[in-house]
């Protein structure tokens, strides 16, 4: 049966999978979701068990890509999940640390962070999706980062037939590794460019260009369309969803379980993208008991789940774990949209937008309180997370991994848990040798790979060490008034 995707806020037809992935949000401003969620059959799953990842990934992607053909999906699957690119034929392992915490490792991308896991394959998909809906221009990806996004957007695109990205980093604004991260891109069709002034200035300019039919005209006689490898996209959250169903296919393998016995999931959560995707699998059937959301001080998801009430008007932390402070968690939208109905969620959405506020119905609290729970850390419960489970375990987490760790301690039930491990702990490398060290008093972030290096005896990720002798490709910096030229020059 064709899978169709609607609005989240019911004013824009329904598309198939490939036109969802195209347009990334609908024309009314909602959010792609799909008709219905599928359950997995009981022998699909015993069939998962004894199967690999990308094999797992190709059934999960052929129920809800119906418009592609099996080979397609293989085609994409096999493309994005190498051991070329992940390091091993199982681009997400678990990591038994007790008999209740198991840690989803979802870092061994090439960018060392969990964001590898969708946008190594949206670019494929991307490009498919195009072809099938018969726009046969070249797709050219614009990013505006405040850090981890770009890299693993560049290094999901880089070398992608059909496809170019330019990615905008703020001159002030990223440490120096995730500068050299994305300057030492290699690719054919990338191009990396640093704006004077802030994240808002780099992001205010993006959107001024996207915003800009005369420029989208203009490129388009050239043969480019632009397109955004945003976090709503639907091609980033269902590449999701296949991790948790194949970590429990990894547990039953492993015989940590039984199948059918049910699992808590802990995730940390910025914008809602990956905790959703546990819901997705839940809602699929995976035998999963509670849903646990993490927080760092920006809590507004901890408030949110425990009370029924939005509220971003509260001031922004800065933490260090920085891919989790974010105040509007855009898909929280699909939950609200699959626990209520397209009227409920365009008075939310507006609320938000006007006020900055809004509570949702007793019955969505409800349903919501037997779904989720919900806890928060400040950066020095953190910290000692990470030294508690680097002392007691011998095993290294990064700031990001260990606010989840820390919230499923404070809510744990017994019950044993996948903990979704975002980052690579040398990703984070100055918080995390502070945590462990007690101190640190060291700012070259090449010496504290090496000092956290030796003290653990874990090694470098050489995609990190390695920039260290690499010349950068990219050296020029641009006025926020001339990132439209600078992307013109690129394009001509
Ligand atoms: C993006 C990110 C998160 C948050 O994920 P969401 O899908 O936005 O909830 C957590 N940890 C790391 C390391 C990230 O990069």
Redesign the pocket.
């Known amino acids: 049966m064709q899978m169709k995707y609607k609005s989240t806020r019911g004013k824009a037809k329904e598309v198939s999978a490939a036109q969802a992935i195209v347009k990334g949000i609908a024309e009314d401003g909602g959010l792609f979701v799909p008709e219905r969620i599928p359950a997995i059959s009981d022998s699909e799953f015993a069939a998962m068990i004894n199967e690999g990842y990308r094999k797992r990934a190709e059934r999960i992607f052929a129920i809800y890509l119906t418009d592609f053909t099996s080979e397609e999906i293989a085609d994409c699957v096999n493309k994005a999940y190498s051991v070329e690119k992940f390091g091993s034929d199982n681009a997400a392992p678990l990591h038994k640390l007790s008999d209740s915490e198991y840690i989803l490792e979802l870092w061994h991308g090439p960018t060392c ?3 590898d896991m969708a946008l190594q394959i949206l670019p494929h998909l991307l490009t498919k999706s195009m072809k099938k809906t018969g726009v046969d221009k070249q797709v050219v990806i614009l990013v505006a980062t405040s850090g ?1 996004t770009g890299k693993a957007a560049l290094e999901g695109f880089s070398d992608v037939e059909g496809t170019k990205i330019m990615v905008f980093f703020p001159n002030d604004g990223v440490s120096n590794i995730q500068r050299l991260q994305m300057v030492t891109q290699k690719g054919e069709n990338v191009n990396v460019m640093s704006v004077f002034g802030n994240f808002d200035d780099a992001q205010n300019g993006v959107k001024q260009i996207f915003g800009n039919e005369e420029f989208a005209k203009k490129i388009a006689e050239k043969g480019y369309q632009l397109s955004s490898a945003n ?1 709503i996209n639907w091609g980033r959250l269902l590449p999701q969803i296949v991790y948790y169903i194949s970590a429990y296919c990894d547990m039953v393998k492993m015989g940590e379980i039984t199948f059918g016995e049910k699992v808590n999931v802990c995730v ?8 959703l995707a546990a819901w997705y699998a839940k809602s699929m059937g995976l035998p999963i008991a509670k849903l646990i959301c993490a927080s760092n001080e920006n809590n507004v998801l901890t408030d949110f789940i425990n009370t029924g009430v939005y509220d971003r008007n509260r001031g922004f932390k800065t933490t260090i774990s920085p ?2 402070d ?1 105040l509007i968690s855009s898909n929280l939208e699909r939950l609200l949209y699959n626990l209520s109905d397209e009227k409920s969620v365009e008075k939310y959405m507006n609320e938000l937008k006007e006020t900055g506020k809004y509570e949702v119905s007793d019955k969505i609290k409800e349903e919501i309180s037997t779904l989720f729970e919900a806890g928060y850390v400040d950066d020095a419960g953190t910290k000692a997370e990470i030294k508690r489970v680097w002392e007691k375990y011998c095993y290294l987490i990064d700031t ?1 991994t260990a606010v989840a760790c820390a919230v499923n301690n404070m809510l744990a039930d017994g019950r044993k848990t996948i903990i979704a491990s ?2 690579n702990p040398f990703k984070f490398n100055g918080s995390v040798y502070e945590a462990i060290s007690g101190s640190c008093g060291e700012t070259d972030e090449f010496v504290i790979l090496d000092k956290l290096s030796a003290m653990t005896k874990n090694e470098v990720p050489t995609s990190l060490s390695e920039l260290k002798s690499k010349s950068p490709r990219f050296n020029d910096c641009c006025k926020k008034e001339e990132m439209e030229k600078m992307v013109a020059e690129f394009l001509a």
């Open positions: 962070a969990f964001k981890d976090s940390p959560t910025g914008n809602f993208g990956n905790i891919s989790m974010i990001h975002t980052a």
